[in-house]
């Protein structure tokens, strides 16, 4: 059988949406090649949010074309995810080495694809065309029936697309409009992941808290959001639940009492502001004040004074002015974020701000980009520092990431913590008593009570 390797970019959805591609293609009999230079189909998953991630997907495919030319010509070439959506065919017309371009809403056609490719029965396909009930196919999981331990985080899709049409989003355009998956389902597969052995499961979609807006009526002043987080957080031998991304605009005062509520949720939020300046958030259309972010804040931290709180900004928006970037580093002063992604704003293709007037010349974007991250990383390295001598409880993961002789896990606030521990420590909950703070990164000596 042949084998495929799937390099991904992009967001947590794009890491899910490779893993079903690959347990796909697994159960048609694909082996899954350790790297691309041994593969005979290699699919690129893209994203599309700022120009840097697509440039860098299609730098990737015009080098794989190169030299799988040279070397192994009959090697299958494919775009999948956002880029392949928002680009479509257009990317075989310049790059005419690329076999596959597949669409956000046809993920679950990989396997037939690729077998009529593979078989010569067709040479290029290009399928972006929206399915309905698509936003049920991403439910094949690696870790199911397998003997991986990289099962202990999962993530479960819960919706596709957004309506919000932020000014600057291509989102909504390469995921299209809201659909989202019934309540039973999410959690079939969820109980399903908990008995392959998960311990967390990190619920998907790209604005979360608009999940089952349409499908599922309010209950008791609870929207389908929460319903779904209560339905989630009975399944026994679940240990944690996140999710990611919400958007402010969610959440209302049932899902902040949430918090409070449901022991396994996680008390840590990734709420994105975007902007402090109330002038900058209007021509974005994000559909809140600065005041009600705050005000936000301050009822979850009531609920929570811990609870880690991380959001995304963007620079240098059209039109931003000096006073306007003042709001947002007096904003991210105010609120003390444990940590922020910064991001120099780039303009998209058919995206209201691409057009408007006032875009942002490069050395000021860079500059705003710089400055806030520097602030960023001040006050998050204050925060981090404060969990010295702190014992904290976490949730082993697995290797490292940057020394896959340690472990690493993470605190309920979702913060990072690495170990020196053994194998059988992954999936258990454990304190660890910290010793150094780096940024963004903690490390800890396994407590007392945990020697065993
Ligand atoms: N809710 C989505 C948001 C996707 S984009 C999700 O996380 O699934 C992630 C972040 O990228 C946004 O919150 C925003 O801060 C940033 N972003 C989006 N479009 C951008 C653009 N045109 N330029 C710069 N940053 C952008
Ligand atoms: Fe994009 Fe705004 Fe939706 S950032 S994903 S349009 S909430």
Redesign the pocket.
Known sequence: MPSAYIKTYG?Q?NERDSEAVAAQLVAKGYDLAQSEHQADVILLNTCS??DQAEQKAFGKMVNLAKETKRSRPHTVLGFMGCMAQSRGQSLIDKLPDVDLVLGTQKFHRAGDYLDQILTGERRKICDIEAEQGSESTIRDHLSIGKDTNGSISAYVSIMQG?NQH?T????PFTRGHERSRPIEEIVAECRELVAAGAKEIVLL???VTSYGKREISTQNGKSAFVQLLEAVHEIDGLERIRF??P?PKGYGDDLIEAYGCLPKLCASAHI?V?SGSDRVLKLMHRGYTRERFLEIIGKLRKVNPNIGITT???VAFPGETDADFQKTLSLVEEVQFDNA?V??????QD?P?AAMANQIPTEVNEQRHAHLLNKVSEIGSNRYQRYLDQTVRILVEGPSRRNPNRLQGRTTCNKIVVFEGHDRHVGQLLDLKIYRAGLFTLYGDPAILNLD
Do not use: E
């Open positions: 967001c959805m949010v700022r957004c932020c600057f989003c291509i989102v979609g790209q604005i990611t991304s958007h994105p975007q995304d900004i963007i992604f991001f120099k704003y780039s303009p998209r995206t701000a």
